[in-house]
C-alpha cells in the first residue's frame, strides 16, 4: 500500500475533492492509507481536500472523507487553517453551505471563532455574503448576547454580527474574573478588593484572538 504521495498524486486528490467526485475518491483511499489524508494540501494555498468539499458544497465528500480518519484527527484536519488562515468552516460559511457547518462544528468541534489573516471568523463570512441561514444558526448556537443585534423589519429579520476583539472563551473568561473578584470582595468584608475590569481586561488580552 501507497505510504507517501507525490504532489502530482496530492493534486487529484484535490481536484477530485473540489468536483464531488465521491466515488473516485473511495476508490483511492482503498488503494492508499487513509492515513494520508492528513499530508494532502495544495502546495502553494495549503487548502485540503476538506477544504475544497467543504467550499464547494460538497457534503457527502466532506463526510466521507473525515470518517476514514480516527475522531481526533479528523477534528484537525476539519480545523486545519490554509495559507490565509481560513478553515474548511471558513468557506463552508463563505459560501452557503448550512448543512457542512453543521456537521463540522456538530461532528468535528470545528472552531467558530478563528479568525484568518483579514480577521475574520466564519460568522463574519457567513453575515458579509449574506449567508442568512448559516449566520443565524451559528449567531443563535455560539456567539456571546453582546455580539450581535437582532432587528425586526416586517417580516424579516436581521441579524447583524461583527467579529469583536476576543472570543466566546475571552468572554468566559472575562466573566469568570469578575465572578472570582465579587467573590474575594466578599471574603474581604468589604475591604477594597481592587478594579475588577483590570483583572477583566488582563484575562481578555491572554486569549485575545488575532
Not at 494532502?40 to 465528500?61: C, E, F, Q, R, W
Request: proline share 4%; with cysteine.
Amino acid at each position: 500500500m501507497t505510504t507517501e504521495l507525490t504532489q502530482e498524486e496530492m493534486d487529484a486528490v484535490i481536484y477530485d475533492a473540489r468536483e464531488g467526485d465521491l466515488q473516485t475518491l473511495k476508490e483511492i483511499f482503498t488503494e492508499i492509507s487513509p492515513q494520508l489524508l492528513t499530508t494532502i494540501k495544495d502546495d502553494i494555498t495549503l487548502s485540503t481536500p476538506v477544504h475544497m468539499a467543504a467550499g464547494n458544497g460538497h457534503y457527502g465528500v466532506v463526510e466521507y472523507l473525515l470518517s476514514i480518519l480516527p475522531k481526533e484527527e479528523a477534528k484537525k484536519i476539519a480545523s486545519k487553517p490554509n495559507e490565509s488562515g481560513n478553515t474548511p468552516l471558513h468557506w463552508a460559511a463563505y459560501n452557503g453551505h448550512l448543512d457542512i457547518v453543521k456537521l463540522l462544528c456538530e461532528e468535528y468541534n470545528s472552531d467558530v471563532f478563528a479568525k484568518n489573516a483579514v480577521g475574520h471568523d466564519p460568522m463574519f463570512e457567513a453575515e458579509n455574503n449574506n449567508h442568512s441561514e448559516v449566520e443565524n444558526w451559528l449567531l443563535n448556537k455560539y456567539a456571546p448576547e453582546n455580539a450581535f443585534k437582532v432587528e425586526e423589519d416586517g417580516e424579516d429579520t436581521k441579524i447583524t454580527y461583527t467579529p469583536g476583539d476576543v472570543s466566546r472563551e475571552a468572554d468566559e473568561a472575562a466573566k469568570r474574573a469578575q465572578e472570582d473578584q465579587s467573590k474575594k470582595s466578599e471574603k474581604d468584608g468589604g475591604k477594597e478588593a481592587g478594579n475588577a475590569t483590570d483583572t477583566i481586561t488582563h484575562q481578555t488580552e491572554k486569549l485575545d484572538i488575532n
